[in-house]
């Protein structure tokens, strides 16, 4: 099993969807989580963190669920804009509680 | 506000050369990484720094040497340039181990 697995999708949508993206991590000792987002030949840049109560930022909203181990990434309203591929990321207990990225799910939304 | 610089860009080397790819931060971050991303496996560690002076392997770090002689700088080695290692390759920095990472904008690598 995938230390962090993702759906690679696409989710094709249309402009002005809500598309939610879930991701599921095996190391229940996990204590740090986020979601990245990678364009097209461009470097991941930090989108949010999750935390454990659920935070919203904008049309974002990300949770966790620690009993089933999955962070959740809900994006509302979906922009053009929002076409990229998103990395869920955890932090792993190997190697020094190191950060482990998930493959990533990739999104496009259509006109 | 440069954050995190990489050098070069793009390259393309013969099988057997050596190269040397250079991170540079500006954000006195203690955490470093090297990472390789190619189609379909997603972002790969090949070795890491918590420290100036200290290195350590991540889990593809075969065929790289890696050194941190400065705290801003991260250097990644290919000694024999192998067509497998022909990749984009993301240096990365963080002020927490676990915190949220800052990456620079990748170095395009092809290995003929």
């Known amino acids: 099993r995938k230390e962090v697995e993702q759906d690679p999708g696409p989710f094709n949508v249309p402009e002005g969807a809500t598309v939610a993206f879930n991701c599921t991590y095996s190391?229940?000792?996990?204590?740090?989580f986020f979601w990245y987002r990678q364009d097209c030949r461009k470097e991941p840049k930090l989108l949010m963190s999750v935390y454990s109560s659920g935070n919203e930022d904008g049309r974002f909203t990300a949770q966790l669920n620690r009993a089933s181990q999955y962070i959740s990434l809900l994006i509302r309203d979906s922009k053009l804009s929002d076409s990229a591929t998103y990395l869920c990321?955890?932090?792993?207990?190997?190697?020094?509680?190191?950060?482990?990225f998930g493959g990533g799910t990739r999104l496009m939304v259509k006109p | 506000n440069a954050g995190v610089t990489q050098t070069p860009k793009f390259r393309v080397l013969k099988t057997g050369q050596s190269m040397t790819l250079l991170c540079a931060q500006d954000?006195?971050?203690?955490?470093m990484y090297w990472y390789r991303q190619d189609p379909g496996m997603g972002l790969r560690l090949i070795h890491y720094?918590?420290?100036?002076?200290?290195?350590a392997k991540g889990e593809v770090p075969d065929g790289y040497n890696v050194s941190r002689l400065k705290k801003q700088n991260f250097l990644l080695g290919l000694e024999s340039a192998a067509p497998s290692q022909t990749s984009v390759y993301f240096c990365a920095s963080s002020y927490l181990l676990t915190g949220s990472q800052h990456f620079g904008d990748g170095t395009r690598l092809s290995i003929l």
């Open positions: 190391n229940s000792a996990s204590q740090s």
């Open positions: 720094s918590v420290g100036e002076g200290t290195t």
């Open positions: 954000m006195n971050h203690e955490y």
């Open positions: 990321v955890v932090n792993y207990n190997n190697a020094g509680n190191m950060l482990t």
